[in-house]
């Protein structure tokens, strides 16, 4: 065994410039370092534990293998501390000291952004190991003492961030690193404790080796997706929801991940109650590698519409640069995310089929990820038209082909399409979805943000079929059935009555006409036209501001020529009696759509006491 020798040396690395090169572009959230260090103990004391189980080291392991973070606010130190395999002096020499690059120029010309002119950090951190300079960003110098598990003496490495190092003997007793950063002035905020364990906790929470900080542990290191489903509980699962989102209600249900080829992955996914619509920033899901927190932004990783999931995924084959905070999209991420996707729709599928009652209960709060994903993903459509329900205003739910045989026979027009009437809004549509289900029609609920959508995704997916809502027109012309009504008043009566309206009204946004109805049915109608109210719902749900949504609405106003009032209208002589009376029926009719406020509906209240 021989002893240590001093000695001094340059880091190979052929360019004075790396370190800021490494400290302005490898790193943009500097707290990283914490992250990078605490692994590398991690990944040392997970290799002695391996070589034992290899029966590759003999000596005594101990009870005590962990990781320990302390600092000295006096000292301004950091030391992140080990008792994992340790570095022999040569093995530092290989490790730390020879970064293999081949020179500034061709370096950075290499890895330039085409768009920047700067080094690409995606492109650098994805092709080098640089997780231990890291420190760097925050140390004026770093000091590593270590102890390998073979018979060597301990060693001392420090080095100030240029490209000189010395290394020598050291004191050390015991097996193991320590990792000690003498903080730069810039980066004295580190000297916390609360700083600290907040980064410990963000990025260590879960690590298979117990960190202790400050006298406690502050992970689980066997965190559920960590075991075998059969190994756990239902309270299990809640109880760790909870761990990850400690305010959230209760979710809906879980799907635990494990899959070992061709790529590996393990978490646990959850549907959550969306009691507020997308909560897209409420809560996100983590990403892990190896259990070490990555990142909460799963795109890419996650198809688009399970962004709206709760959970953990831990994937180690998933690709990431040194600061391990950016997904690129390769191949085992796009199997990653097919992945997901066939898992949830399988899930979906199982608990329809074996649970209906339990599965119409909660699907107020899962139809909303199923009709995004249907939106959104062609495979995914091909299995969720199996359990995609749609609710009528009665509350029964109907899968799409239960709703088609539900309804055909009465609501074929007469080009043999299928109409689907809807609405949005039972309340304030009210008399409409009376006048629909008067005649033995059936009206859907789709009352959710990602509704108007989804009704368009319908029309296109399902063959000769059409949804309408309910005040789009009136019933005769939303299910054509090639009946026409007989009308009580002539051609010339008809003419009269629509330019009475017209006179009155005087409204460019009305296009007015008299229609045949049975006279059970309202006198006279408001309606929007279906395509221009659905495109306005569309854009406004986007938040953008489309060529319909600053259009005006452009309404119908349909006259029952067969209701009693109708005739009155046209029996009445005096024009001023005339005139009221067509404003009151009008103000009826907006008031059926929830349009009738302000001054319009003081003046229709006054009208109205007067004529009583």
């Known amino acids: 065994m021989e002893a240590v020798q001093n000695e001094k040396g340059q880091i190979s690395i052929h360019t004075e410039n790396i370190f800021p090169i490494i400290k302005k572009f490898l790193y943009s959230d500097h707290e990283i370092f914490l992250r990078e260090l605490v692994?590398?103990?991690?990944?040392?004391?997970?290799?002695?534990?391996?070589?034992?189980?290899?029966?590759?080291?003999?000596?005594?392991?101990?009870?005590?293998?962990?990781?320990?973070?302390?600092?000295?606010?006096?000292?301004?130190?950091?030391?992140?501390?080990?008792?994992?395999?340790?570095?022999?002096?040569?093995?530092?020499?290989?490790?730390?000291?020879?970064?293999?690059?081949?020179?500034?120029?061709?370096?950075?010309?290499?890895?330039?952004?085409?768009?920047?002119?700067?080094?690409?950090?995606?492109?650098?951190?994805?092709?080098?190991?640089?997780?231990?300079?890291?420190?760097?960003?925050?140390?004026?110098?770093?000091?590593?003492?270590?102890?390998?598990?073979?018979?060597?003496?301990?060693?001392?490495?420090?080095?100030?961030?240029?490209?000189?190092?010395?290394?020598?003997?050291?004191?050390?007793?015991?097996?193991?690193?320590?990792?000690?950063?003498?903080?730069?002035e810039d980066s004295e905020?580190?000297?916390?404790?609360?700083?600290?364990?907040?980064?410990?906790?963000?990025?260590?929470?879960?690590?298979?080796?117990?960190?202790?900080?400050?006298?406690?542990?502050?992970?689980?290191?066997?965190?559920?997706?960590?075991?075998?489903?059969?190994?756990?509980?239902?309270?299990?699962?809640?109880?760790?929801?909870?761990?990850?989102?400690?305010?959230?209600?209760?979710?809906?249900?879980w799907i635990h991940l494990n899959v070992d080829y061709p790529f590996n992955l393990t978490g646990v996914l959850y549907f959550p109650k969306l009691k507020d619509g997308f909560q897209f920033k409420r809560e996100k899901i983590q990403l892990y590698s190896r259990q070490v927190f990555i990142t909460d932004e799963v795109k890419d990783v996650v198809p688009d519409f399970l962004m709206l999931l709760h959970g953990v995924i831990d994937s180690p084959d998933i690709p990431l640069n040194v600061s391990r905070s950016f997904l690129q999209a390769d191949s085992n991420v796009k199997k990653i995310n097919s992945y997901i996707t066939r898992k949830v729709a399988d899930k979906l599928n199982d608990l329809f089929k074996s649970d209906r009652k339990g599965y119409e209960e909660k699907f107020d709060d899962i139809g909303l990820f199923v009709k995004y994903g249907i939106l959104s993903d062609d495979?995914?459509?091909?299995?969720?038209?199996?359990?995609?329900?749609?609710?009528?205003?009665?509350?029964?739910?109907?899968?799409?082909?239960?709703?088609?045989?539900?309804?055909?026979?009465?609501?074929?027009?007469?080009?043999?399409?299928?109409?689907?009437?809807?609405?949005?809004?039972?309340?304030?549509?009210?008399?409409?979805?009376?006048?629909?289900?008067?005649?033995?029609?059936?009206?859907?609920?789709?009352?959710?943000?990602?509704?108007?959508?989804?009704?368009?995704?319908?029309?296109?997916?399902?063959?000769?079929?059409?949804?309408?809502?309910?005040?789009?027109?009136?019933?005769?012309?939303?299910?054509?059935?090639?009946?026409?009504?007989?009308?009580?008043?002539?051609?010339?009566?008809?003419?009269?009555?629509?330019?009475?309206f017209e006179k009155t009204l005087d409204n460019k946004s009305l296009t007015i006409n008299v229609e045949s109805m049975p006279s059970d049915e309202l006198p006279v109608t408001i309606t929007v036209p279906e395509f221009m109210r659905r495109m306005k719902d569309m854009s406004a749900l986007s938040g953008e501001q489309s060529m319909f949504g600053t259009m005006p609405v452009m309404y119908t106003l349909s006259i029952n020529a067969n209701h009693p009032l109708t005739a009155k209208v046209l029996a009445t002589i005096d024009e001023a009696q005339q005139q009221t009376l067509v404003k009151q029926l009008y103000d009826l009719a907006l008031l059926a759509q929830n349009m009738l406020t302000g001054a319009g509906l003081t003046a229709f209240v006054r009208r109205s006491v007067e004529q009583l």
């Open 379 to 500: 495979k995914f459509w091909e299995k969720a038209k199996e359990f995609v329900l749609l609710k009528n205003t009665e509350g029964n739910f109907y899968t799409l082909n239960e709703y088609r045989e539900h309804v055909q026979a009465n609501q074929t027009d007469k080009g043999e399409t299928l109409v689907m009437l809807y609405t949005t809004n039972p309340q304030q549509q009210h008399a409409y979805v009376e006048s629909a289900t008067r005649r033995g029609y059936d009206v859907l609920l789709m009352d959710s943000q990602i509704d108007a959508h989804f009704i368009n995704s319908l029309e296109y997916k399902l063959e000769k079929t059409s949804l309408k809502r309910v005040d789009a027109d009136t019933l005769d012309k939303l299910i054509d059935k090639g009946l026409n009504n007989e009308s009580v008043l002539s051609a010339d009566d008809q003419t009269k009555l629509k330019e009475v």
């Open 189 to 253: 905020e580190f000297l916390d404790k609360s700083r600290l364990q907040g980064i410990l906790e963000k990025y260590g929470k879960f690590l298979p080796v117990p960190i202790e900080f400050d006298g406690e542990v502050i992970n689980n290191t066997t965190p559920i997706w960590t075991k075998a489903p059969a190994d756990l509980t239902d309270e299990d699962y809640k109880n760790f929801y909870r761990e990850l989102y400690p305010m959230s209600e209760e979710p809906l249900f």
């Open 39 to 184: 692994s590398n103990a991690v990944d040392a004391t997970q290799k002695l534990s391996k070589l034992a189980s290899y029966g590759e080291f003999n000596g005594e392991i101990g009870d005590d293998l962990k990781v320990t973070v302390a600092f000295d606010k006096d000292a301004k130190t950091i030391t992140i501390s080990d008792r994992g395999i340790g570095m022999t002096a040569d093995e530092i020499k290989k490790y730390i000291n020879q970064i293999a690059f081949s020179g500034a120029t061709e370096f950075l010309e290499k890895y330039k952004d085409k768009s920047s002119g700067q080094p690409d950090e995606k492109t650098i951190i994805g092709h080098f190991g640089l997780g231990f300079y890291s420190a760097f960003m925050v140390a004026r110098e770093v000091e590593i003492i270590s102890k390998s598990y073979q018979d060597e003496p301990a060693t001392r490495w420090i080095c100030d961030g240029s490209t000189e190092f010395e290394i020598g003997p050291a004191e050390r007793a015991e097996r193991g690193t320590d990792v000690i950063l003498h903080i730069a």
